[in-house]
């Protein structure tokens, strides 16, 4: 069994087991240039510069949003024993969790404010998200999963189309995101 390993600093070892397919893509889609651009990325604006100690990267957090996640569908599963299981909606929430921050310019929401002010369209992280997952690398990296996997993922991370709980572990007032 192939394996890949992520050393985080809040929730320790998170493993990609590359022998399963979505597993897979997802550790090409950590591997890729819009991805990799993240660890550059400040999770806390200019907190750095004040605490010196909140040096968190969305690289870093984005990873652990996919970890939760993947901790949060096996309750789902868990909790939906009986009825029938939708693994390709969980496979699009669990791709959408760990891409969902793609698009932060630096210094993350701190950039977006400047970049409303010089009307820069590319400075909102969500527009900027949307456009890398279906335009850039990732999309190939992800239509390894299905032709209209990215779209799909884009999609949810948007809140469009059909809403399943899949989406409440995305998106909501108690999703991955915010639990990471």
Known sequence: MA???VRDPLH???VFDTDLQLERNL????????????RRVKQLGFS??????ATHTRFAHSVGVFHTA?????????????TEREEAREQIALAAALVHDVGHGPFSHAFETVGKRLELKLADHEKMSDWLIRNSELREILK????????DVADMIKKEGRQTVHNV???????????D
Do not use: H, T, Y
């Not at 550790?27 to 993240?38: D, T, V």
């Not at 993947?70 to 009986?82: D, H, N, P, S, T």
């Not at 390894?144 to 779209?151: A, K, L, N, Q």
């Not at 572990?169 to 639990?179: E, I, K, N, P």
């Open 3 to 5: 394996k890949q390993r």
């Open 169 to 179: 572990v995305v998106s909501s007032q108690f999703d991955a995101d915010r639990l």
């Open 27 to 38: 550790w090409k889609a950590i591997c890729s240039r819009p991805f990799q651009r993240l």
């Open 48 to 53: 750095e510069l004040v605490f010196p100690g």
């Open 70 to 82: 993947r901790e949060l569908m096996k309750i789902v599963e868990q909790r939906g024993k009986g």
């Open 12 to 14: 320790n070892l998170i």
């Open 144 to 151: 390894d999963m299905g032709s209209g996997f990215p779209d």
